[in-house]
């Protein structure tokens, strides 16, 4: 059963959570100032697909990167804030200006 592993990085936290078919498999919470993803298996066997949000730094992101290699993610998706999504429309004159945890 694949599962997807959904990342919110704010300016004070890290949260993670596995889930499948509607189910949480697995979550954690650690301190954006030093992110920690630890999935141990049989869990970490299932992830399949990693979503991030983040607004903090390239940094964090090398080191979920990097946690994500221990796992067999198949696609990883960064989600940013941008002109348009479906009927939404980003207001801002610099979509890259909202930060992505506001435009999700």
């Known amino acids: 059963m694949p599962a997807v592993l959904c990342i919110d990085v704010g300016n004070t936290r890290l949260k993670w ?16 100032a030093a992110p920690a993803i630890e999935i141990s298996d049989p ?18 992101t090398r080191v979920i990167e990097h946690a994500l290699d221990l796992l067999p ?16 429309r980003n207001g801002y004159v610099d979509p890259d200006r909202l930060g992505v945890d506001r435009w999700l």
């Not at 959570?17 to 954006?32: D, I, K, N, Y």
């Not at 399949?48 to 940094?59: E, K």
């Open 17 to 32: 959570q596995v889930a499948s078919a509607g189910h949480v498999l697995a979550q954690g919470v650690t301190a954006s």
């Open 43 to 60: 869990v970490g066997a299932l992830v399949t697909h990693a979503v991030v949000s983040s607004v903090i730094g390239a940094a964090t």
């Open 73 to 88: 993610v198949a696609s990883l998706r960064f989600a940013s804030s941008d002109r348009t999504w479906g009927p939404l």
